[in-house]
Structure formats: C-alpha cells, structure tokens
C-alpha cells in the first residue's frame, strides 16, 4: 500500500471536484488511488455535510462527493482515480427521510428515499439490517447499500413504518420478538423486543 507521502499536498474541496467532474459515472471498483490521509470532511449523525466544521450548502457537490464514497479498511473515504482520502461518518452516511409502496406482482413493495434523493426498494439487494447505533448502542434498522455504506432511517420514518409492522417470534434470537413490515417477499425487521 502506499503511504501518503506518496501524495501531493493534501487535497481541498475545490481539487477533489475537479478531479471528477466530466466523468459520466463513477467505477470506485476500477479505481486504485493511493491512500492519502484524512480531509477535514464529516457526514453528522442527519446526514449533513461539513467541511473545516462549517456546513457544505451546495446540493450538487454534496451528491458528487456522496458518489464516491465508499467504506474500506481506511475506514470511510472519498475514492477519486488519483487518490483517496478519509472522512469521517458519525452514524451512517445516509438518512432515509421518505418511503411509499409501489404495487408488484410479489405483493407491495417499499421504496424508500433519501436525505440525499437516492432511491432504494427494501429487498434483498437492500436488506434492513439491525446494528447499534454508536452513541445509545440501542439497535436499530439501517438499510444495507453498496460499497460497503448504510442509510439509517430518520426518526418520524421509522415511528412511521413501526405503527404498520406486525409482531412475529424472531428468527435470529430465542425468546425475541421481532417487529417487522414486508416489502414484497422480504422481511425487513425494524426491531425486537424480549417475548411476554
């Protein structure tokens, strides 16, 4: 592997946006930059962007920026064809904030959207997965996504879809209860409690 002295000088915003502008799409997979250190962005635990500490307002560059991200053993890093940098993600790096069901011939499917736009179907290509949320250690539904990323679900969602899940016993655990809605054939959990 190669250190960051390898590197130029650490990069900015403004250089990373360069670097992928004109691209017509993003092969992370194909691209192996050399590591070089960490860049002074954070997603919050709401999704929100922030460069040196100060919000990141533009739309456009966030979205660009949130096409390259990807999670490896550096951790979570912005991956360009000339190199990569490290960020830091205080939750995961998405927040669902919307879902709707779309009808199918496998029965209603739920898609869900994004603080970002992005567009996903809950399925098994991708799942709803119970972690612990780093600061309560509570656990709770995020949604499994390519690259090695998760979107959480936001507060009023989750309440939101909780009121339509049913009880079921768990499979995962004995004398558990898991809370779960379907999306066509899929059985998403959004949570679990001790059986009564």
């Given at each position: 592997?190669?250190?960051?002295?390898?590197?130029?000088?650490?990069?900015?915003?403004?250089?990373?946006?360069?670097?992928?502008?004109?691209?017509?799409?993003?092969?992370?997979?194909?691209?192996?930059?050399?590591?070089?250190?960490?860049?002074?962005?954070?997603?919050?635990?709401?999704?929100?962007?922030?460069?040196?500490?100060?919000?990141?307002?533009?739309?456009?560059?966030?979205?660009?920026?949130?096409?390259?991200?990807?999670?490896?053993?550096?951790?979570?890093?912005?991956?360009?064809?000339?190199?990569?940098?490290?960020?830091?993600?205080?939750?995961a790096p998405f927040v669902l904030i919307d879902a709707e069901w779309q009808p199918s011939t496998a029965g209603p499917l739920l898609q869900v959207v994004s603080n970002l736009g992005q567009i996903y179907l809950i399925s098994a290509e991708y799942p709803v997965k119970l972690?612990?949320?780093?600061?309560?250690?509570?656990?709770?539904?995020?949604?499994?996504?390519?690259?090695?990323?998760?979107?959480?679900?936001?507060?009023?969602?989750?309440?939101?879809?909780?009121?339509?899940?049913?009880?079921?016993?768990?499979?995962?655990?004995?004398?558990?209860?898991?809370?779960?809605?379907?999306?066509?054939?899929?059985?998403?959990?959004?949570?679990?409690?001790?059986?009564?």
């Amino acid at each position: 592997m190669l250190g960051a002295s390898t590197c130029e000088a650490r990069m900015d915003l403004t250089q990373l946006q360069q670097q992928l502008t004109g691209l017509a799409h993003y092969p992370l997979e194909q691209w192996t930059p050399p590591f070089c250190g960490a860049i002074p962005i954070r997603i919050d635990r709401d999704g929100r962007w922030f460069y040196q500490q100060s919000p990141i307002e533009r739309q456009p560059l966030v979205k660009l920026f949130a096409a390259v991200l990807c999670r490896d053993e550096h951790g979570y890093v912005l991956k360009t064809p000339v190199e990569k940098v490290q960020i830091q993600v205080d939750d995961a790096p998405f927040v669902l904030i919307d879902a709707e069901w779309q009808p199918s011939t496998a029965g209603p499917l739920l898609q869900v959207v994004s603080n970002l736009g992005q567009i996903y179907l809950i399925s098994a290509e991708y799942p709803v997965k119970l972690q612990a949320e780093p600061l309560s250690g509570e656990l709770l539904p995020y949604l499994q996504l390519p690259r090695g990323l998760s979107a959480k679900f936001s507060r009023s969602l989750f309440y939101r879809l909780a009121e339509l899940a049913s009880s079921e016993a768990s499979r995962s655990a004995v004398g558990m209860v898991d809370y779960v809605i379907y999306s066509g054939s899929y059985r998403c959990v959004l949570g679990q409690s001790e059986a009564s």
